[in-house]
């Protein structure tokens, strides 16, 4: 708790222009980041050359000049992270897929987020069309999946993000996968 604490103090502090306090926040959530980098990049293929390092890296480059972003807390930082992440790891899929000798797709768990069946993988580009259709017909769905898979918030941290009940999350993140599972079977 003293660590979000902290976390979340020094995103306001980098909001008012305190390039500092960027300097200052990259160690404290550095490893939760890699740590979901390396969770996506367990559930692929094994024919991969992504490391999980690299991704985290790629999304601070794309985090740092974001020093002008109205920051409110741990649980928003996470959710962009995730954001960036998922676009990195559908750039690279998509790299892969028309790579000039043929490169596999990049495969991930939709359940791992949640634990249910680590052994089921979809095609990441398929997913990421599937999420796209699910936020032009719910947009809040497709945050709740965005935030809890790729950014592997909890469900109340997701709640927090999106300013919801925890009751909608669950409900939203209960059909969201099912609706995914009809959309990518």
């Known amino acids: ?97 028309t790579a000039k000798r043929g490169g596999s797709q990049l495969r991930l768990s939709l359940s791992a987020a949640d634990r249910i069946n680590n052994e089921s993988t979809i095609d990441l580009l398929a997913l990421d069309l599937a999420l796209k259709e699910l936020a032009i017909s719910n947009p809040q769905y497709g945050q709740i999946v965005e935030l809890r898979y790729f950014g592997g918030l909890t469900i109340e941290e997701t709640a927090a993000v999106l300013d919801i009940s925890h009751t909608t999350v669950e409900r939203g993140w209960k059909f969201a996968r099912a609706w995914l599972r009809v959309q990518l079977s």
């Open 1 to 97: 708790m003293q660590t979000e604490h902290a976390i979340t103090q020094l995103l306001v502090k980098w909001s008012a222009g305190d390039k500092a306090a960027f300097d200052e926040l990259v160690p404290l959530v550095y490893e939760d980041l890699r740590r979901h980098a390396q969770h996506f990049l367990r559930q692929r293929s094994s024919n991969h050359t992504l490391q999980a390092t690299a991704l985290v890296h790629e999304a601070y480059l794309r985090l740092a000049p974001r020093q002008n972003t109205n920051w409110q807390n741990r649980a928003q930082f996470f959710g962009l992270a995730a954001k960036i992440m998922r676009d990195l790891l559908v750039d690279y899929a998509r790299s892969q897929r």
